[in-house]
């Protein structure tokens, strides 16, 4: 399994940006597409962005389709989530995850490896 620790997470504005990143170690970063997940407080784990193996694919959900941005360097092993134009409702804990398929992945389910998470509090 892959290891994956977040990091970028905390307390902004509405209107402000974000970047998170997720670093990956254990096993080639290369052989395994990424996604970033939220988790608001009462609510499930929803999928905010993914890409695929090279960064050549990536898919949004539609509440962040042009404010988030899902980006990877497979030379440092790290994926990221640039989040501007921030509103309260992204506030959320923040899962990166990896799945063994290289394609984009959409499913949680098919996500063999997650992080411990990052907070990201949004206030108005």
């Known amino acids: 399994q892959v290891q994956l620790v977040e990091s970028g997470g905390g307390l902004v504005q509405a209107g402000d940006s974000l970047r998170l990143s997720c670093a990956a170690s254990?096993?080639?970063?290369?052989?395994?597409?990424m996604g970033w997940f939220r988790q608001a407080p009462g609510k499930g784990r929803d999928l905010v962005a993914a890409i695929n193996w090279n960064g050549n694919s990536s898919y949004y959900a539609d509440s962040v389709k042009g404010r988030f941005a899902i980006s990877r360097d497979n030379a440092k092993n790290v994926v990221y989530l640039q989040m501007s134009s921030l509103k309260p409702e992204d506030t959320a804990i923040y899962y990166c995850?990896?799945?063994?398929?290289?394609?984009?992945?959409?499913?949680?389910?098919?996500?063999?490896?997650w992080g411990q998470g990052t907070q990201v509090t949004v206030a108005s």
């Open positions: 995850a990896a799945s063994r398929y290289l394609a984009v992945v959409r499913s949680a389910n098919d996500y063999n490896s």
């Open positions: 254990g096993r080639t970063f290369s052989d395994y597409s």
